[in-house]
Every structure is written in structure tokens, then in C-alpha cells.
């Protein structure tokens, strides 16, 4: 069952402005914006808005021409992808499970589901019942395909239903090519070959298995124009397919995810920061029994303190490991608490876990021995962290790149390694990579040949021995087709000082000029 929010931001605006549609809502003409690098675009328009010709994607300074007392208002497409996503937890009251489709409809799976409701008719009948109730405007279409019920939803008859045993290649050959959710640049050449329906691209697939020239050649030409492009919403043919039930079409369903959190309210304000912090300390004792009931260990807290003027204090930590430790937890909060302004009190405290993970119970050894007396890495990491901020603690690991300057990364302490595929055999690489390659200039006897001499910051090093070169081809999956291969040296000066240089690009190789030469690395 497709479910299509038409008006998906309006709506929510009149909710937040306590007003129902066809009161002062549409009296005058309305659109919400975003504001853009060409000026303020136009994102939703109500009906009187539209009646005088604003349109979504128009620019403002264009609406205003057309209707110049327009009213506008900020448009909040964040907003209205977390609504969307609530909506999806509240719309699996008629299937298992419901998916998002972006940004304003729903699909849900009624497979089984629509004699509990007494039919088709009557399920979709209670959905446009509860979404009018709830500021809603909704169509609605159920059909044996993700595809098919998107597309008569938009396209199709209000309350549509496409029964299994129906002809769907009949009774979708009328829609408009637009119901198979193509980008704009596809429904555009499509429109340039004259494909304006769904039946004339059934027709191409039947060409199959006729014999017209005709018929093949248009096959053909579709084939060789959309083949290359992966993503479905830029081949019509997949599309098709999936519209059709011939391949499936994977969803993401919305699965609810509750986050653990206890509160105090409190009889009377605190102002002060001992009583503070017993009050912090019952609260990670409580989030402690909550973790250990689920099986789960917290990753990401969030400490809430609501003050007597209203205003709310929020501090947040992010945990190298699981953890339901409530000394921990309590050490922890200890350091960020002290730039906390209580003003005439703090009536109200609340403590979240944004983030958990698995936890298996188990008794005490002697690592936990270690985490309570503050000893074990996870507990360092969390302290250094707090102290030093949250991307100060990090490790370095290796990453599948034969570039050196790609050939590393940074990632938490405690998170797995990324698997490598297969083993990455490097030359000698020197202890002290530069942030930069720093460009210098050399002295050779050939522009193919081994670097005499060359200047770095200013001071010019005799070579006086060479070993390479090595060469590294780029990554032509990454980088433009202008990028040069490269040469890597290891020098040594008179003095014995040894450096890692490389040459960018050859002289022949027609993709620049002359190479460039780099100082990348040093030597102990």
C-alpha cells in the first residue's frame, strides 16, 4: 500500500499554526521556501498560491511577478523527514512493517493484512479516515508491486486497488512515464523520443519477440542509452521491471528504536553542585539497571538539566566502549559539569542513551576490576577523550591505498580494523611523512634520469646517493584523467641526510609539460 502525502509541508505548517486547511491557512496565498546560492526557492505553494501560478522549484522573485502580495514562510526539510519517519512508525498499525518514501509518502505492506480491516476498500477507506484527522491530505493505491501502488497513488484514480489476478500492463499503460520515479534528465529524454506513457515502453519490451525492425531498433537504442546507468531511478527499464514484479525492488523498512532514559524531577531546585552530583549518581544507578535489563551497554550519553527559567543545560558524552558502569559514568559527567550555570535552580534532570550496543552480563574479573578503579583502556580513552576533546584520541590504521598519502587513516581508538582486500606490499617507506608534498626544484642530466641536485626551503642538497625509482601509477578510479604517475627516489646528501622525492608525471607523457618534483618523506 502506497500512501501519498501530498502536502506534506503544508500540512505540517497549519498543524504548528493550529489552523485546518480552507481556513485563514489558503485565504492568501502562501509558499514555504529555502533560501539558495540564486535567492529564496520555492519548496511548497498552497492553493491559492497556486492559483495565481506559483509552483514548487520556482524561484521566489519569479512568483512574486505573477502574484506580488504572495506570503512566504522557511520551509523545513529536516523537520519534515522526521515527521515522515514517525508517520511510518504510526502507519504500521495496518502491516508488519512500513518503509519511507521519500520525501512525503509511505509504502507498507498489507500482504494478508486487509481482511482484518474487511477488504481493500475498507483499509483504505481507514487510512484517509486517520490521516484526515490528523491535518493530513493523503491518496492512497494498493497493487501487488511497490512500484504499481506508488505509481497509481500519484498518477491513478483516488483509492485505487490493482488485485493480483488483474491485467497491471493494461491497467497502467494510460499513466505518464513520471509513475516509474525517474530523475528529471530521464523523464526529459524519454520525452524527446516520443515516450509519454507506460504503454509505449510495454510495447518496446514486447518488441522482443516480434520480428519489426522497428520495434527492435527502439529496443536497442533504450538499452544502449540507459544500460550504463546503475542507479534505478535513472533507467526506465529497471523501472519497468519493477513496476511489473519481473525483479524485486528492495526497501528499507523503519524499525523503532527506543532509547533507555531515566529522569528526576525533583520537589525542590538545586543549586548546588554536591547535591548536583548524588542526583547525576542516582540517575546513572538507574540507567544502569535499565542497560543490564535490555543486555546493552552505552555508547553515547546525553545529560539534560532543565532550570526554574525554563532554559535546558544539555551535555553529551560519546563512550570508547559499551559501558553500564555507573562510576564511570558518574567520573566522567564529574568534568563537564563544572561550567554548569544553575540560575535560580534546576528543577528537572534526564539522562539518555542515544546510542547502545550489546552487553553481555557477566561476573566481575579483572578487567572490571580494572574499569572501576579508573585502569583499563576503554576508561583511559573516555577520560582523555572528555579532557581533550573528541576527535583529539584517535589511532592511525592502514587503508587500501597504494598512495601514500591515502595509504593511512585516523578512526577511535577502540573500533575494529577495516578489512583490506589481500595484502599491500610496500618498499621501504620513511618514519616522517609530510602533511604535504612541498615542491622543490632539481638538477638532472635527462628529464628521465636520476635528480644531481635539488633546493628545498631554501637550502640546496648535493645528491650523493639514489636509490629507485619506484613507480606508482594513480588511482584511475578516484582521480581525473590528467593525473600523472609517479617516480619515488630515495636520496642521500653529502652530510647523510636521506629524503623521499618523487617526480610527478614523464616528459612524453603528453599530460602537462615538463614533470614536477615533490620532497614527500624523511629518513632517520
Given at each position: 500500500?502506497?500512501?501519498?502525502?501530498?502536502?506534506?509541508?503544508?500540512?505540517?505548517?497549519?498543524?504548528?499554526?493550529?489552523?485546518?486547511?480552507?481556513?485563514?491557512?489558503?485565504?492568501?496565498?502562501?509558499?514555504?521556501?529555502?533560501?539558495?546560492?540564486?535567492?529564496?526557492?520555492?519548496?511548497?505553494?498552497?492553493?491559492?498560491?497556486?492559483?495565481?501560478?506559483?509552483?514548487?522549484?520556482?524561484?521566489?522573485?519569479?512568483?512574486?511577478?505573477?502574484?506580488?502580495?504572495?506570503?512566504?514562510?522557511?520551509?523545513?526539510?529536516?523537520?519534515?523527514?522526521?515527521?515522515?519517519?514517525?508517520?511510518?512508525?504510526?502507519?504500521?498499525?495496518?502491516?508488519?512493517?512500513?518503509?519511507?518514501?521519500?520525501?512525503?509518502?509511505?509504502?507498507?505492506?498489507?500482504?494478508?493484512?486487509?481482511?482484518?480491516?474487511?477488504?481493500?476498500?475498507?483499509?483504505?477507506?481507514?487510512?484517509?479516515?486517520?490521516?484526515?484527522?490528523?491535518?493530513?491530505?493523503?491518496?492512497?493505491?494498493?497493487?501487488?508491486?511497490?512500484?504499481?501502488?506508488?505509481?497509481?497513488a500519484h498518477f491513478g484514480p483516488s483509492s485505487a486497488i490493482?488485485?493480483?489476478?488483474?491485467d497491471m500492463t493494461a491497467r497502467l499503460a494510460d499513466l505518464?512515464?513520471?509513475?516509474?520515479?525517474?530523475?528529471?534528465?530521464?523523464?526529459?529524454?524519454?520525452?524527446?523520443?516520443?515516450?509519454?506513457?507506460?504503454?509505449?515502453?510495454?510495447?518496446?519490451?514486447?518488441?522482443?519477440?516480434?520480428?519489426?525492425?522497428?520495434?527492435?531498433?527502439?529496443?536497442?537504442?533504450?538499452?544502449?542509452?540507459?544500460?550504463?546507468?546503475?542507479?534505478?531511478?535513472?533507467?526506465?527499464?529497471?523501472?519497468?521491471?519493477?513496476?511489473?514484479?519481473?525483479?524485486?525492488?528492495?526497501?528499507?523498512?523503519?524499525?523503532?528504536?527506543?532509547?533507555?532514559?531515566?529522569?528526576?524531577?525533583?520537589?525542590?531546585?538545586?543549586?548546588?553542585?554536591?547535591?548536583?552530583?548524588?542526583?547525576?549518581?542516582?540517575?546513572?544507578?538507574?540507567?544502569?539497571?535499565?542497560?543490564?535489563?535490555?543486555?546493552?551497554?552505552?555508547?553515547?550519553?546525553?545529560?539534560?538539566?532543565?532550570?526554574?527559567?525554563?532554559?535546558?543545560?544539555?551535555?553529551?558524552?560519546?563512550?570508547?566502549?559499551?559501558?553500564?558502569?555507573?562510576?564511570?559514568?558518574?567520573?566522567?559527567?564529574?568534568?563537564?559539569?563544572?561550567?554548569?550555570?544553575?540560575?535560580?535552580?534546576?528543577?528537572?534532570?534526564?539522562?539518555?542513551?542515544?546510542?547502545?550496543?550489546?552487553?553481555?552480563?557477566?561476573?566481575?574479573?579483572?578487567?572490571?576490576?580494572?574499569?572501576?578503579?579508573?585502569?583499563?583502556?576503554?576508561?583511559?580513552?573516555?577520560?582523555?577523550?572528555t579532557r581533550l576533546g573528541p576527535k583529539a584520541v584517535q589511532?592511525?590504521?592502514?587503508?587500501?591505498?597504494?598512495?601514500?598519502?591515502?595509504?593511512?587513516?585516523?578512526?577511535?581508538?577502540?573500533?575494529?580494523?577495516?578489512?583490506?582486500?589481500?595484502?599491500?606490499?610496500?618498499?621501504?617507506?620513511?618514519?616522517?611523512?609530510?602533511?604535504?608534498?612541498?615542491?622543490?626544484?632539481?638538477?638532472?642530466?635527462?628529464?628521465?634520469?636520476?635528480?644531481?641536485?635539488?633546493?628545498?626551503?631554501?637550502?640546496?642538497?648535493?645528491?650523493?646517493?639514489?636509490?629507485?625509482?619506484?613507480?606508482?601509477?594513480?588511482?584511475?578510479?578516484?582521480?581525473?584523467?590528467?593525473?600523472?604517475?609517479?617516480?619515488?627516489?630515495?636520496?642521500?646528501?653529502?652530510?647523510?641526510?636521506?629524503?623521499?622525492?618523487?617526480?610527478?608525471?614523464?616528459?612524453?607523457?603528453?599530460?602537462?609539460?615538463?614533470?614536477?618534483?615533490?620532497?614527500?618523506?624523511?629518513?632517520?
Amino acid at each position: 500500500m502506497a500512501i501519498w502525502c501530498a502536502d506534506l509541508a503544508l500540512d505540517r505548517w497549519r498543524h504548528s499554526e493550529g489552523c485546518q486547511r480552507g481556513e485563514g491557512a489558503d485565504a492568501a496565498p502562501l509558499v514555504l521556501i529555502t533560501e539558495t546560492a540564486h535567492g529564496p526557492r520555492i519548496d511548497a505553494a498552497n492553493r491559492a498560491a497556486s492559483a495565481h501560478g506559483a509552483a514548487r522549484g520556482m524561484m521566489l522573485a519569479d512568483a512574486r511577478t505573477l502574484c506580488p502580495a504572495i506570503q512566504t514562510r522557511p520551509s523545513d526539510p529536516a523537520g519534515d523527514l522526521a515527521f515522515l519517519e514517525r508517520l511510518a512508525v504510526w502507519a504500521q498499525r495496518w502491516g508488519p512493517w512500513s518503509a519511507m518514501d521519500a520525501p512525503d509518502g509511505l509504502l507498507v505492506d498489507v500482504t494478508a493484512v486487509a481482511h482484518l480491516f474487511g477488504g481493500e476498500r475498507r483499509l483504505l477507506a481507514d487510512v484517509e479516515k486517520r490521516c484526515t484527522a490528523r491535518g493530513l491530505t493523503v491518496r492512497t493505491a494498493v497493487a501487488p508491486t511497490a512500484g504499481a501502488a506508488w505509481a497509481l497513488a500519484h498518477f491513478g484514480p483516488s483509492s485505487a486497488i490493482l488485485a493480483p489476478d488483474d491485467d497491471m500492463t493494461a491497467r497502467l499503460a494510460d499513466l505518464p512515464v513520471a509513475a516509474l520515479r525517474l530523475d528529471n534528465d530521464v523523464l526529459l529524454v524519454l520525452k524527446r523520443l516520443g515516450l509519454k506513457r507506460l504503454g509505449d515502453l510495454v510495447g518496446i519490451e514486447e518488441g522482443r519477440e516480434r520480428s519489426n525492425r522497428q520495434d527492435n531498433h527502439g529496443r536497442d537504442s533504450i538499452q544502449r542509452r540507459f544500460r550504463n546507468r546503475k542507479s534505478p531511478a535513472a533507467n526506465p527499464l529497471v523501472r519497468m521491471d519493477q513496476l511489473l514484479g519481473r525483479v524485486p525492488e528492495p526497501l528499507l523498512p523503519v524499525v523503532p528504536v527506543t532509547a533507555p532514559m531515566v529522569q528526576r524531577r525533583l520537589l525542590e531546585p538545586i543549586r548546588h553542585r554536591p547535591l548536583l552530583d548524588k542526583v547525576v549518581e542516582d540517575l546513572a544507578e538507574d540507567m544502569a539497571r535499565t542497560l543490564e535489563a535490555k543486555g546493552q551497554g552505552a555508547r553515547r550519553l546525553q545529560l539534560g538539566l532543565w532550570r526554574v527559567d525554563g532554559e535546558v543545560i544539555l551535555r553529551e558524552l560519546e563512550l570508547a566502549a559499551a559501558t553500564r558502569s555507573p562510576e564511570h559514568i558518574c567520573r566522567l559527567f564529574a568534568e563537564r559539569l563544572d561550567d554548569v550555570d544553575a540560575g535560580f535552580g534546576i528543577e528537572m534532570l534526564r539522562l539518555r542513551a542515544a546510542w547502545s550496543q550489546p552487553l553481555a552480563l557477566d561476573q566481575s574479573d579483572l578487567e572490571a576490576a580494572a574499569e572501576q578503579h579508573g585502569t583499563s583502556l576503554a576508561a583511559c580513552i573516555d577520560r582523555l577523550t572528555t579532557r581533550l576533546g573528541p576527535k583529539a584520541v584517535q589511532r592511525p590504521v592502514p587503508r587500501a591505498s597504494h598512495i601514500p598519502e591515502r595509504a593511512q587513516g585516523w578512526q577511535p581508538p577502540l573500533e575494529p580494523e577495516p578489512a583490506l582486500q589481500g595484502e599491500l606490499a610496500f618498499h621501504t617507506r620513511p618514519l616522517k611523512l609530510l602533511d604535504r608534498p612541498e615542491r622543490i626544484s632539481v638538477l638532472y642530466a635527462a628529464p628521465e634520469g636520476y635528480p644531481r641536485r635539488f633546493s628545498w626551503r631554501g637550502q640546496v642538497c648535493e645528491v650523493a646517493r639514489v636509490e629507485g625509482p619506484e613507480r606508482i601509477a594513480p588511482e584511475w578510479w578516484r582521480e581525473k584523467g590528467t593525473a600523472r604517475l609517479r617516480d619515488y627516489y630515495r636520496v642521500e646528501d653529502e652530510e647523510g641526510r636521506r629524503y623521499w622525492i618523487y617526480r610527478n608525471g614523464l616528459a612524453t607523457d603528453g599530460r602537462g609539460g615538463m614533470p614536477d618534483w615533490y620532497l614527500q618523506g624523511l629518513f632517520a
